[in-house]
Protein backbone atom coordinates (compact mmCIF):
# COMPACT_ATOMS: atom_id res chain seq x y z
CA UNK A 1 0.00 0.00 0.00
CA UNK A 2 1.14 3.96 -0.40
CA UNK A 3 3.27 5.07 2.63
CA UNK A 4 3.66 8.46 3.64
CA UNK A 5 5.00 10.52 0.21
CA UNK A 6 6.58 14.09 0.95
CA UNK A 7 6.49 17.15 -1.94
CA UNK A 8 9.40 18.12 -3.73
CA UNK A 9 12.14 16.11 -2.76
CA UNK A 10 14.55 18.53 -2.95
CA UNK A 11 14.36 22.12 -2.81
CA UNK A 12 16.22 24.79 -3.00
CA UNK A 13 16.17 28.11 -1.79
CA UNK A 14 17.96 31.44 -1.86
CA UNK A 15 18.57 33.18 1.72
CA UNK A 16 15.53 35.27 3.04
CA UNK A 17 12.54 33.23 0.08
CA UNK A 18 9.57 30.92 2.09
CA UNK A 19 9.23 27.56 1.26
CA UNK A 20 6.57 25.40 1.69
CA UNK A 21 6.77 21.59 2.28
CA UNK A 22 3.71 19.14 1.97
CA UNK A 23 3.13 15.83 3.64
CA UNK A 24 1.15 13.15 2.60
CA UNK A 25 0.75 10.68 5.33
CA UNK A 26 -0.92 7.20 5.15
CA UNK A 27 -4.44 7.55 4.73
CA UNK A 28 -6.46 7.78 7.93
CA UNK A 29 -3.70 7.69 10.17
CA UNK A 30 -4.39 10.15 13.48
CA UNK A 31 -1.23 11.24 14.34
CA UNK A 32 1.21 13.31 12.23
CA UNK A 33 5.02 14.80 12.87
CA UNK A 34 7.91 16.64 11.36
CA UNK A 35 10.84 15.95 12.50
CA UNK A 36 14.06 17.97 10.86
CA UNK A 37 17.52 16.26 10.50
CA UNK A 38 20.63 18.12 10.35
CA UNK A 39 23.57 15.94 8.02
CA UNK A 40 24.94 13.37 10.04
CA UNK A 41 22.65 13.86 13.07
CA UNK A 42 19.27 11.74 14.16
CA UNK A 43 15.84 13.50 13.37
CA UNK A 44 14.85 16.05 15.87
CA UNK A 45 10.90 16.62 16.93
CA UNK A 46 9.95 19.64 15.38
CA UNK A 47 5.73 19.67 15.86
CA UNK A 48 2.95 16.68 16.20
CA UNK A 49 -0.85 16.82 14.63
CA UNK A 50 -3.23 14.81 16.30
CA UNK A 51 -5.98 15.15 13.19
CA UNK A 52 -6.12 18.63 12.48
CA UNK A 53 -5.72 19.73 16.04
CA UNK A 54 -1.52 21.15 16.30
CA UNK A 55 -0.65 19.82 20.15
CA UNK A 56 2.94 20.33 20.39
CA UNK A 57 5.17 23.03 18.24
CA UNK A 58 7.62 22.95 21.58
CA UNK A 59 10.09 21.88 19.09
CA UNK A 60 9.85 24.55 16.00
CA UNK A 61 12.97 26.97 15.97
CA UNK A 62 11.63 29.97 15.26
CA UNK A 63 8.29 31.69 14.65
CA UNK A 64 9.69 31.63 11.09
CA UNK A 65 8.66 28.02 11.27
CA UNK A 66 4.62 27.06 10.48
CA UNK A 67 2.83 24.08 10.12
CA UNK A 68 -0.59 23.04 9.40
CA UNK A 69 -3.20 20.08 8.94
CA UNK A 70 -6.55 21.93 7.99
CA UNK A 71 -8.68 18.87 7.22
CA UNK A 72 -6.49 16.32 9.26
CA UNK A 73 -5.20 14.53 6.53
CA UNK A 74 -2.17 16.79 4.30
CA UNK A 75 0.02 18.91 6.42
CA UNK A 76 2.41 21.64 4.94
CA UNK A 77 4.99 22.71 6.68
CA UNK A 78 6.56 26.59 5.83
CA UNK A 79 9.60 28.38 6.35
CA UNK A 80 9.29 31.82 6.03
CA UNK A 81 12.69 33.82 5.36
CA UNK A 82 15.01 31.09 4.77
CA UNK A 83 18.23 31.09 6.64
CA UNK A 84 21.20 29.20 5.91
CA UNK A 85 20.98 27.31 9.10
CA UNK A 86 17.50 25.81 7.99
CA UNK A 87 19.30 23.78 5.63
CA UNK A 88 18.37 20.24 6.42
CA UNK A 89 15.93 17.14 5.31
CA UNK A 90 12.53 17.65 6.95
CA UNK A 91 11.05 14.44 7.65
CA UNK A 92 7.20 13.63 8.26
CA UNK A 93 5.96 11.01 9.69
CA UNK A 94 2.60 9.60 10.67
CA UNK A 95 0.68 7.03 12.99
CA UNK A 96 -2.49 5.09 13.26
CA UNK A 97 -3.64 6.61 16.47
CA UNK A 98 -3.15 9.25 18.87
CA UNK A 99 -2.97 9.69 22.18
CA UNK A 100 -2.90 7.89 24.89
CA UNK A 101 -1.90 4.45 22.60
CA UNK A 102 0.95 4.70 21.05
CA UNK A 103 2.09 3.29 17.76
CA UNK A 104 4.91 3.07 15.47
CA UNK A 105 5.95 5.79 13.22
CA UNK A 106 6.11 5.45 9.25
CA UNK A 107 8.55 7.77 8.01
CA UNK A 108 8.01 9.39 4.45
CA UNK A 109 11.55 9.99 2.32
CA UNK A 110 12.12 13.60 3.55
CA UNK A 111 12.57 17.00 1.69
CA UNK A 112 15.90 17.87 1.53
CA UNK A 113 16.27 21.66 1.77
CA UNK A 114 19.00 23.93 0.85
CA UNK A 115 19.09 27.21 1.54
CA UNK A 116 22.18 29.12 -0.55
CA UNK B 1 14.68 16.99 29.17
CA UNK B 2 15.26 13.43 27.23
CA UNK B 3 18.61 12.80 26.22
CA UNK B 4 19.58 9.79 24.33
CA UNK B 5 23.20 8.68 23.60
CA UNK B 6 24.57 6.38 20.83
CA UNK B 7 28.19 4.39 20.53
CA UNK B 8 29.70 3.92 18.51
CA UNK B 9 29.31 6.23 15.58
CA UNK B 10 30.64 4.20 13.45
CA UNK B 11 31.12 0.24 12.86
CA UNK B 12 32.64 -1.90 10.58
CA UNK B 13 32.29 -5.70 10.53
CA UNK B 14 32.86 -8.99 8.00
CA UNK B 15 30.14 -10.21 6.95
CA UNK B 16 28.30 -13.11 9.03
CA UNK B 17 30.11 -11.05 12.39
CA UNK B 18 27.99 -9.56 14.68
CA UNK B 19 27.40 -6.23 15.36
CA UNK B 20 26.47 -4.44 18.21
CA UNK B 21 25.10 -0.68 18.76
CA UNK B 22 24.13 0.80 22.36
CA UNK B 23 22.94 3.67 23.76
CA UNK B 24 21.22 4.98 26.90
CA UNK B 25 18.64 7.46 27.96
CA UNK B 26 18.35 10.46 30.47
CA UNK B 27 14.56 10.02 31.37
CA UNK B 28 13.96 7.64 33.66
CA UNK B 29 10.18 8.06 32.38
CA UNK B 30 10.22 6.87 29.18
CA UNK B 31 9.10 3.75 28.25
CA UNK B 32 9.31 3.05 24.36
CA UNK B 33 12.63 2.56 22.62
CA UNK B 34 12.10 1.76 19.03
CA UNK B 35 15.42 1.11 16.83
CA UNK B 36 15.47 2.49 12.94
CA UNK B 37 17.39 2.18 10.06
CA UNK B 38 18.09 4.95 7.54
CA UNK B 39 19.25 4.01 4.34
CA UNK B 40 20.67 6.71 1.78
CA UNK B 41 18.27 8.93 0.72
CA UNK B 42 15.28 7.55 2.52
CA UNK B 43 13.53 8.27 5.44
CA UNK B 44 13.90 5.89 8.90
CA UNK B 45 12.27 2.39 8.66
CA UNK B 46 11.51 0.72 12.34
CA UNK B 47 13.10 -2.39 12.27
CA UNK B 48 12.81 -3.43 16.05
CA UNK B 49 11.22 -1.93 19.50
CA UNK B 50 10.62 -2.21 23.14
CA UNK B 51 8.43 -1.42 25.85
CA UNK B 52 10.13 -0.71 29.31
CA UNK B 53 7.73 -3.79 30.36
CA UNK B 54 10.16 -6.01 28.54
CA UNK B 55 13.80 -7.04 29.20
CA UNK B 56 14.97 -8.35 25.30
CA UNK B 57 12.69 -9.02 22.27
CA UNK B 58 14.09 -10.98 19.34
CA UNK B 59 13.23 -11.07 15.22
CA UNK B 60 15.06 -13.29 13.18
CA UNK B 61 18.64 -11.75 13.40
CA UNK B 62 17.70 -8.85 15.43
CA UNK B 63 17.73 -8.73 18.69
CA UNK B 64 17.55 -5.77 21.56
CA UNK B 65 17.82 -5.35 25.35
CA UNK B 66 16.90 -3.22 27.83
CA UNK B 67 18.20 -2.43 31.17
CA UNK B 68 16.06 0.09 32.74
CA UNK B 69 17.97 0.08 35.99
CA UNK B 70 20.95 1.21 33.98
CA UNK B 71 18.63 2.78 31.69
CA UNK B 72 20.86 1.35 28.34
CA UNK B 73 18.96 -0.53 25.34
CA UNK B 74 21.41 -2.47 22.52
CA UNK B 75 20.37 -3.52 19.42
CA UNK B 76 22.31 -6.66 18.34
CA UNK B 77 22.35 -8.28 14.30
CA UNK B 78 23.45 -11.36 14.04
CA UNK B 79 25.13 -13.40 10.94
CA UNK B 80 25.29 -9.50 9.67
CA UNK B 81 24.57 -9.24 5.60
CA UNK B 82 25.72 -6.81 3.14
CA UNK B 83 22.46 -5.54 2.69
CA UNK B 84 22.77 -4.41 6.57
CA UNK B 85 24.79 -1.53 5.64
CA UNK B 86 23.04 1.52 7.14
CA UNK B 87 22.62 4.10 9.79
CA UNK B 88 20.86 2.85 12.40
CA UNK B 89 19.16 5.28 15.21
CA UNK B 90 17.91 4.47 18.26
CA UNK B 91 15.01 6.29 19.95
CA UNK B 92 13.35 6.67 23.36
CA UNK B 93 9.85 8.18 23.99
CA UNK B 94 7.54 8.70 26.91
CA UNK B 95 4.23 6.96 26.25
CA UNK B 96 1.48 7.86 28.56
CA UNK B 97 -2.30 9.08 29.05
CA UNK B 98 -2.39 12.07 26.91
CA UNK B 99 1.07 12.43 25.65
CA UNK B 100 1.61 12.02 21.90
CA UNK B 101 5.07 10.12 21.93
CA UNK B 102 7.46 12.27 20.15
CA UNK B 103 10.60 10.24 19.80
CA UNK B 104 14.02 11.87 20.60
CA UNK B 105 16.93 10.27 18.64
CA UNK B 106 20.58 9.53 19.44
CA UNK B 107 23.08 10.80 16.56
CA UNK B 108 23.24 7.24 14.49
CA UNK B 109 26.04 4.42 13.94
CA UNK B 110 27.04 4.15 10.50
CA UNK B 111 27.19 0.16 10.07
CA UNK B 112 29.44 -0.94 7.27
CA UNK B 113 29.33 -5.12 6.41
CA UNK B 114 32.43 -5.80 4.62
CA UNK B 115 31.32 -9.13 1.96
Known amino acids: GAGVSQSPRYKVAKRGQDVALRCDPISGHVSLFWYQQALGQGPEFLTYFQNEAQLDKSGLPSDRFFAERPEGSVSTLKIQRTQQEDSAVYLC??????????????FGPGTRLTVL | GENVEQHPSTLSVQEGDSAVIKCTYS??????FPWYKQELGKGPQLIIDIRSNVGEKKDQRIAVTLNKTAKHFSLHITETQPEDSAVYFC??????????????FGKGTKLSVKP
Open chain 2, 27 to 32: DSASNY
Open chain 2, 91 to 104: AASFDYGGSQGNLI
Open chain 1, 93 to 106: ASSPTGAPTYNEQF
